[in-house]
């Protein structure tokens, strides 16, 4: 009986309706050939109470209205079938009573039945959501832990053999630098798109507006990805009207406009092609990116923008990732009040991702002409000089040997005194004796932490190094840890993993300050 009603059931629109109410009729034929079966033994007496149960069956497997109409033929059946005078439609007398007593009942019976049917479907949906989540969870954690492995594997593998002796052939020793921090980068975007996610799930993504060229920002993203893409021979052609304004995140746009672009390069073959266009469209500007690569599923389509999602997360797969770029690209967008879609005629035919957003949050001026590509190898950055730090002192503040080790090795480079201790404790002493220009701290340790440091170092007698400039750099990298490091007395804030450049103009531009006020 269950195989036959769901079989039943699963009919599609528009003959499902049908199906349900066909289904109540047979339940009510049922109810009344087992009345006939019991009719010598009881028969007059308690005519509707096989229809009871008739109307509780069909509520639940045929909806409310299967409900309602089993109750209407229930109480017409056991008016005709079993309630004297026989065989006549209208009752007499008391018989109403009897017939409006069975459909009140019946329908409180289909009102609450059907409140649990519709709770049971609601549990069944919530349940099947948890189920999907919890693989979908299983999933990225394995695709997590291999794309972390596999770049940590190719760094220690690279290390050992520097490591091996001063005997390492010149050329080899500049490809194993090269592949160390080619993988290091790969492990700290992959680290990037988790805590941006973490931020976007939790509300905590904030944006800080400007006016931004949208031009530059995409030549930005373009220049950032023309290495990988000329390794496989990719054409990128940019169409960027100038002077295209908007109020954004300089910063975020950048990243919406590289992860469409890193993916691009990612799904395209050799030799294939890549045009990116910026155009006003009425009421909006288009951020367009459209490749010659391996499409996208018309299945897949509706699902690509689902944080954890990938058209292939078997470990057969030939593209490496973790399914997070394009969720973060669609929340960014959201956040800027636009919308990304992507289109794709099938397999093998190409993808175009377009991103938009509104008229309200631009002011666009277009003088007809076109920004050029953007040429290979143009720094976007300034570095320091080699000499920029000489005479600057600077005191690293770090439980970690290795990242002593690191800070004192970048800073020295650069030709800044460099004195290194392992705890807050140390580093007071330090401090008193030393003297030094700028302070960078670690902020989690062992015993006291960087926090405790710095409001201890602030505490001090102006003659002792309470107004040092003092850099927090950690591991912690959200944006509330940002804001706690400079409420704390920090007057900069840097997440590991640094470069050494960012590190020593950061050192460089709180020298210059001097000891001005904390602000």
Avoid at 24 to 31: E, H, K, Q
Avoid at 202 to 220: E, H
Avoid at 250 to 273: C, H, Y
Wanted: aromatic share 6%; proline share 5%.
């Amino acid at each position: 009986m269950p195989l036959a009603v769901n079989s039943l059931l699963r009919l599609q629109a528009p003959h499902r309706r049908i199906s349900r109410y066909l289904l109540a009729l047979v339940i009510v034929a049922v109810a009344t050939l087992l009345r006939v079966a019991v009719d010598p033994l009881i028969h007059d007496q308690i005519p509707y109470f096989m229809y009871v149960a008739a109307v509780v069956l069909a509520t639940w497997f045929c909806g409310f209205g299967g409900g309602i109409l089993s109750t209407i033929t229930a109480a017409l059946a056991g008016n005709y079938f079993f309630v004297a005078p026989r065989y006549e439609l209208i009752p007499h007398g008391e018989d109403w009573i009897a017939m409006a007593m069975f459909a009140a009942v019946t329908l409180g019976l289909v009102w609450q039945v059907g409140r649990w049917r519709r709770a049971e479907r609601v549990l069944r949906a919530l349940h099947a959501d948890a189920e999907r989540m919890d693989r979908l969870k299983d999933e990225f954690l394995a695709t997590l832990s291999h794309e972390l492995r596999t770049p940590l594997n190719a760094i220690l593998g690279w290390a050992h053999i520097l490591d091996s002796g001063p005997d390492v052939d010149p050329a080899l020793r500049k490809e194993a630098t090269r592949t160390i921090v080619r993988n290091a980068q790969a492990q700290s975007r992959l680290i990037n798109d988790v805590l941006d996610l973490s931020r976007i799930i939790s509300g905590k993504m904030q944006l800080t507006l400007a006016t931004v060229d949208v031009a530059s920002v995409v030549s930005a993203a373009i220049q950032t990805v023309h290495p990988a893409a000329r390794a496989k021979g990719i054409e990128i052609h940019a169409t960027l009207p100038r002077h295209v304004m908007m109020a954004g995140d300089a910063d975020r746009l950048q990243q919406i406009a590289w992860n469409l672009l890193s993916n691009a390069v990612k799904f395209t073959p050799e030799q294939g092609r890549i045009h990116v266009g910026v155009q006003t469209k009425g009421s909006s500007v288009a951020l367009t990116v459209s490749d010659t690569g391996i499409g996208i599923e018309p299945s897949f389509l509706p699902h690509l923008f689902e944080r954890f999602r990938q058209a292939d997360s078997s470990t057969t797969r030939q593209h490496s990732g973790l399914g997070l770029g394009l969720a973060v690209v669609r929340h960014l967008a959201e956040l800027h009040g636009g919308t990304v879609r992507a289109e794709s005629p099938g397999l093998n035919r190409g993808a175009t991702f377009t991103v938009t957003f509104p008229i309200g949050a631009i002011a666009a001026e277009e003088d007809g002409g076109s920004r050029p590509q953007p040429e290979e190898g143009v720094a976007t950055v300034a570095h320091p000089e080699r000499s920029r730090l000489i005479g600057i002192r600077v005191l690293v503040v770090d439980d970690e040997p290795d990242t002593r080790e690191l800070v004192h090795a970048a800073l020295a480079e650069f030709g800044a005194s460099v004195r290194t201790v392992a705890s807050a404790q140390e580093a007071m002493g330090a401090l008193h004796d030393w003297k030094p220009d700028v302070l960078v701290a670690d902020i989690g340790m062992p015993v006291e932490d960087g926090y405790s440091l710095i409001k201890r170092v602030r505490a001090l007698p102006a003659n002792e190094c309470a107004s040092i400039p003092a850099v927090a750099l950690t591991g912690y990298a959200q944006h509330a840890d940002r804001t706690r490091a400079l409420a704390s007395g920090y007057q900069e804030h840097l997440a590991k993993p640094v470069s050494p450049h960012d590190l020593a103009l950061a050192v460089e531009t709180l020298a210059a300050k001097g000891r001005s006020p904390i602000r």
